[in-house]
Structure formats: C-alpha cells, structure tokens
C-alpha cells in the first residue's frame, strides 16, 4: 500500500467532509508520529530560541536536564542531554532569560514537540547581571563572604602560588613586580581563564595548591593569587561561578584575588582573602619593597645603637656620682691583694709548667717507637697463640662429633634390628590370630552341616524357612545341599507333626530345616540324589 506524506497543502475543505475516504491510505500512531517527527525535524534541524526558563529543578537522576523556555504568549518543552550539560559554561536557573540553540524535534510518547538543546547563553548583560546577583545573594547567605572568616595575609612569603595563563601578560607582570620589590620563588599553576572549561581548571588549581604536602618535593605556597586581565562580563564569568567561590573561600592558604582591572567586580574578590584592583597591585600586596626594608633596619639599627649609647652614658655618670659617695680607702686593701696575688701568678705559672713538663716527659718515654714496637710483637705472639688453640679446638670438636655420631649410628642400626624382629614377631602372632578366628569361623558355619548331610530349605527371596507350617502350596522353594542349589515347589501345605527317626538311617534332617512333604523338583542337583540311607526323599515320585 502506498502512503502519501501530510503537508500543509492538503485541502480537506467542508466540501470534503461527508465523502467517503476509501481510497486513502490508513496509518497507525507510530507511523503517522514518526512521520511528524521527520517533517519537524527537516524544516528546523537547528533553530535559535530566546526565551525564560520556566519549571527548571536540577538534573534528574539520569543527568538529563528538563524544563520548559516561555514568553508571554508561548511555551515550548527544553531538554540538555547529560554530556552537553557538563560542557556548558552557563547552567540553566529559574527565571533566567536566556538564548538557546538546539534542534526541533518531537516526542512521540506523550505527543508533544520539543527543542533539544546544544547551546545556552543568557540574552544580553542585563541578565548576566541579574544572574550574579542572585549568585551573590545566595553564596552571601551561605557565609562565604563574612570577613570573620577571612585570613591574614603573610608578611613575607617564601613561595608564591599564582593560577593564571602561563601565556598572558599577566604572569610576565607578577613576575617582574616580584623582582623589583623582593624577589621569591613562585609556582604558576597553569589554567584556561576564559572558556567553559576555565572554571573547572581554576577551582582545580585552588585546590591543588592546597593539597600539596608542606614536607614535599614541591613546596606548598604560603601564598596563592589568582590573576587574569581585564575583558567584558563574559570574558570573566567563569570567575563567578559557584565551583571557583568555593574553592577560594575553603582555601586554607591566604588568597589574593586579582582579576580584571578596577572597576571589575567578580564573586571570587569577595570570597578571597584580599582582593587587588590589578595582578600587578597583587604583587604588591604579596611582597614589601626589600630597599624600603633595609632602610627601615638601618634606620632601626641606628636608633637601636644611639640608645645604647645613651644609656650607657647614664650608667658612666650614675657610677661616678656613686663612687664618690664612697669611702677614698674602701679599695685600698682589695687593690693591696690583688697586688700580692699579681706577684704570686708569674711563679705559679712557671711551677705549673715545670710540672706539666714533667708529666709530659715521662709519658713520652712510654711511647718511644721501640717500646710501641715490643707491645705490637708481643700481642701478636699472643694472637698467634689464641689462633693455635682455637684450631685445636676446632679439630677436637670436630672429632668428638665424629665419635658421638658414630654411636648415634650404631644405636641406630641396634634398634632398627630390634624393630624388626619386633615386627617379625608380631606379624606370626597375628597371623596365629587370624588362623585361630579362621577355624572358628568353619566351625560355626552351617556349611559345616551342609557338609554331615543336611540341607537348608530357603523361600523364593532366600530367607530361610524354620517351620512346616511357613510352607504353602505352590510356592517356590530353593534347597541347598553341600554340593550345590536346586530349586522345588511345594505340592501342599505343611502341618506340624512330630518326627519319627529312621531305624537305620544313616543322618537325620536338622531340627531348623523344614520338612517338604510331597515337593516337586523343578530342577536335579550338580551332584543327584536318591532316597539312599533311610532319610527320605524330600521331593516325592517322579
């Protein structure tokens, strides 16, 4: 059947109406939607759409993102797949104005038609501003601006950590900044500062710096900036998003917040710790001027020294104005003894060194050469000695164990003889065993009996039959002589009576065994039989 596609040219006028269709092709729902879907979907495959987003609450358990973009006459049904959202620089709020691009197509599950978003950027400054202003109220609200929480800039910091581009001219003037007030080492952690991934990178770089270990093999700033150059409100927005305040309000390093020029304001200056109008006044606030710090010391040093003089000046003049208050002959006895005890010193030095000399000579013949030669000599003859008895001993060790291992060894071969004929002797006695039990066991067999002319009268699932009276007619009977098995059936039934031994006989059937009166043999045994020797015959005429 051939189906023709609907378009808007069709003409189902009111003339039309009550005419009988027969001749137009019949499509089900899945056709008919499939078909919509492909005429929406080749006349707007990608449209651009300016609308408020309306019914937005966050991504779904999937990660797809669904809400609806409006104006006051119109609403139209928006979805973000999940791995557009991640890439999108600029996420969806509620009530955002915004221009998105996308394709139209429709969903036929709930007949409806949709635009599926690629891209989404608010429409115009007036939103963008809007937008961070919210932003701002609600991160404020949360605590992450309060000065209460804000650190101290260090004085002098050995290291500097700056996230930025290592492209820009902004890392070329925090350098040569640094270089002329006072040079330090800086770590740049390089980052996008423009861009849907930028935001990311500069959280990453805050969070890094932190994270590095203070005892490690690269050195943990004690000091981090963030710097970029001045652009529009789009250039800088990737400063303002939530993921980058974060990480500078959670920083445990002091942080300086440079970006853009003065007159830009970002969310990450009022969650830093210090913000600078530009990356070079960040510089200067990292950093004094090492001249300006020379001269305060020289400065310092200079008073420092003018003090003491002064007060020493005091402590002359307070010591004079004390020493004559002082009796004139207060000193004249302690002078006299120091008189005395200055003529006593030259003397005692010279007998202190004449007794040193003393003690000096005579450890120095101890150590004459020849003296040092007889001690080396004799400790070596000593060694020598103590070498000798130790070989000895070694040698005797060594043939005290050959002797212990050789008796080791004979007992060993004494009680490997004595095991066996341990062995020897227990394998006869339990062999004796076994034998005994053997002819125990043929003395209580009952082929012993079978063996003195019995037989042993079995039913037909071989249990042996005790009684006459378990015989009935018919039934099937297996006796068992000493010689082999022969199967019989019972003429009739049994009735007890008392038996009659044969005068003469030569054996007389066991008391155990029943007697088969009028048996039938159904088979002959190996060995035949006959009513031989009184005992009668089991099995009647033939």
């Not at 557009?84 to 197509?105: N, Q, S, Y």
């Not at 861009?195 to 990311?200: H, I, T, W």
């Not at 000798?388 to 050959?402: C, E, G, I, Y």
């Amino acid at each position: 059947m051939t189906r023709s596609r609907i378009t808007a040219n069709d003409d189902f006028g009111p003339d039309d109406a009550g005419a009988p269709r027969g001749n137009l092709p019949e499509w089900s729902v899945s056709e008919l939607s499939s078909a919509l879907k492909r005429t929406v979907e080749d006349a707007y495959g990608f449209v651009r759409v300016r609308g408020e987003i309306s019914g937005y609450r966050g991504p779904s358990p999937s990660g797809h993102c669904y809400f609806r973009l409006k104006d006051d006459k119109a609403v139209l049904e928006g979805v973000i797949w999940k791995g557009v959202f991640g890439r999108m620089r600029v996420k969806p709020e509620e009530g955002l104005d915004v221009i998105v691009t996308g394709k139209l197509t429709t969903f036929p599950g709930s007949s409806k038609y949709q635009i599926v978003i690629d891209s989404l950027e608010p429409a115009g400054v007036g939103a963008l501003m809007k937008l961070l202003e919210e932003r701002k109220k609600k991160l404020g609200a949360e605590g992450l601006f309060d000065e209460a929480r804000k650190q101290l800039i260090p004085f002098l910091p050995e290291v500097i950590g700056v996230v930025t581009s290592p492209t820009g001219a902004v890392i070329r003037d925090i350098l040569h900044r640094l270089a002329d007030r006072f040079p330090r080492r800086v770590l740049v952690w390089p980052v996008r500062v423009q861009g849907e991934q930028s935001a990311a990178e500069v959280a990453n770089g805050i969070e890094g710096f932190n994270a590095l270990p203070e005892d490690g093999p690269l050195p943990r700033p004690d000091l981090i900036i963030v710097a970029r150059g001045g652009g529009s409100l789009e250039d800088l927005w990737s400063f303002n998003e939530e993921i980058v305040v974060r990480a500078a309000a959670g920083s445990m390093i002091p942080l300086i917040s440079a970006v853009g020029h003065e007159t830009d304001i970002t969310l990450i200056d009022f969650a830093a710790d210090r913000r600078a109008p530009t990356p070079t006044a960040a510089a200067e606030m990292a950093v004094p001027v090492r001249s300006e710090l020379l001269a305060n010391l020289t400065a310092l040093g200079q008073r420092k020294y003018a003090t003491w003089q002064r007060s020493l000046e005091r402590h002359k003049r307070e010591l004079t104005m004390l020493a004559r208050g002082l009796p004139k002959d207060i000193l004249a006895e302690p002078r006299q003894q120091l008189d005395a005890l200055a003529e006593r010193l030259p003397r005692a030095l010279r007998a202190n060194a004449q007794v040193h000399q003393t003690q000096y000579s005579r450890v120095a013949t101890r150590l004459a050469p020849q003296l040092l030669l007889n001690t080396i000599e004799r400790r070596r003859e000593r060694y020598n000695s103590l070498n000798q008895r130790l070989k000895a001993s070694l040698v005797a060790n060594a043939q005290a164990h050959r002797l212990r291992l050789s008796r080791y060894r004979e007992r060993v071969t004494g009680f490997g003889e004595r095991a066996q004929r341990a062995t020897a002797a227990l394998v006869k006695q339990h062999q004796a065993r076994v034998e005994r039990a053997g002819k125990l066991l043929s003395a209580f067999s009952y082929r012993g009996v079978l063996e003195r002319g019995f037989a042993l009268v079995r039913d037909g699932d071989g249990r042996p039959l005790r009684s006459v009276t378990a015989v009935t007619a018919g039934m099937r009977l297996e006796v068992e002589f000493a010689d082999g098995r022969i199967a019989a059936i019972a003429d009739g039934g049994g009735s007890p009576q008392r038996a009659t031994p044969a005068v003469g006989s030569a054996a007389a059937q066991p008391s155990d065994a029943p007697a088969v009166p009028n048996a039938r043999s159904k088979s002959r045994s190996r060995g035949g039989g006959g009513d031989a020797g009184g005992q009668g015959s089991l099995f009647g005429a033939s």
